[in-house]
T-cell receptor
Framework: NAGVMQNPRHLVRRRGQEARLRCSPMKGHSHVYWYRQLPEEGLKFMVYLQKENIIDESGMPKERFSAEFPKEGPSILRIQQVVRGDSAAYFC??????????????FGPGTRLLVL | TQLLEQSPQFLSIQEGENLTVYCNSSSVFSSLQWYRQEPGEGPVLLVTVVTGGEVKKLKRLTFQFGDARKDSSLHITAAQPGDTGLYLCASKEYGNKLVFGAGTILRVKS
């Protein structure tokens, strides 16, 4: 059973370009979470999605960032007009449908974004 | 948002030594998770503790949850170079989002 897959693993962008990060959850998982790990900082929650719905985006910057989890295909985290401060490791996690209790989140290997 | 404090920030020890890292909060945890993250990879869940006073063992790793559910510790016996990594504690908040501590970077030298 394949784990959470993220691609690309490394992404280099110049300031002003767009970055698209993809996440394929584990088989049978319908919940996806995105976290960001800035240099010298811990992991910070960004957004929680279920198929075709954004459940909680309280950790997302108000501008330039968006996320989706379509009915078919991977979840996408999109960063428009990237700036150097967006350089970080972006992790996706997935969990199965809840069964009355919180489910474990399984993390992917991350995408390292470098903005030049 | 709950604030999780981890200590120490860095720990460098020789192979075979024992160590303990800590995770504390001013408020009560509903549950607490410990993760290990290796360079270039994502966090991997080690254990979840739920009940105050709970002790869980995973080979040479012992996890304790404080009686008041405000603190937790991870003790490693006879550390090995393969234990090197970033150890993170995390608490789940309402809505399923995880709140992480800043982590303890452990380096075990052979």
């Amino acid at each position: 059973n394949a784990g959470v897959m993220q691609n690309p693993r490394h992404l280099v962008r110049r300031r002003g370009q767009e970055a698209r990060l993809r996440c394929s959850p584990m088989k049978g998982h319908s919940h996806v979470y995105w976290y960001r790990q800035l240099p010298e900082e811990g992991l910070k929650f960004m957004v929680y999605l279920q198929k075709e719905n954004i459940i909680d985006e309280s950790g997302m910057p108000k501008e330039r960032f968006s996320a989706e989890f379509p009915k078919e295909g991977p979840s996408i985290l999109r960063i428009q007009q990237v700036v150097r401060g967006d350089s970080a490791a972006y992790f996706c996690a997935s969990s199965p449908p809840e069964r009355g209790a919180s489910e474990t989140q399984y993390f992917g290997p991350g995408t390292r974004l470098l903005v030049l | 948002t709950q604030l999780l404090e981890q200590s120490p920030q860095f720990l460098s020890i020789q192979e075979g030594e024992n160590l303990t890292v800590y995770c504390n909060s001013s408020s009560v945890f509903s549950s607490l998770q410990w993760y290990r993250q290796e360079p270039g990879e994502g966090p991997v869940l080690l254990v979840t503790v739920v009940t105050g006073g709970e002790v869980k063992k995973l080979k040479r790793l012992t996890f304790q949850f404080g009686d008041a559910r405000k603190d937790s510790s991870l003790h490693i016996t006879a550390a090995q170079p393969g234990d090197t990594g970033l150890y993170l504690c995390a608490s789940k908040e309402y809505g399923n989002k995880l709140v992480f501590g800043a982590g303890t970077i452990l380096r075990v030298k052979s």
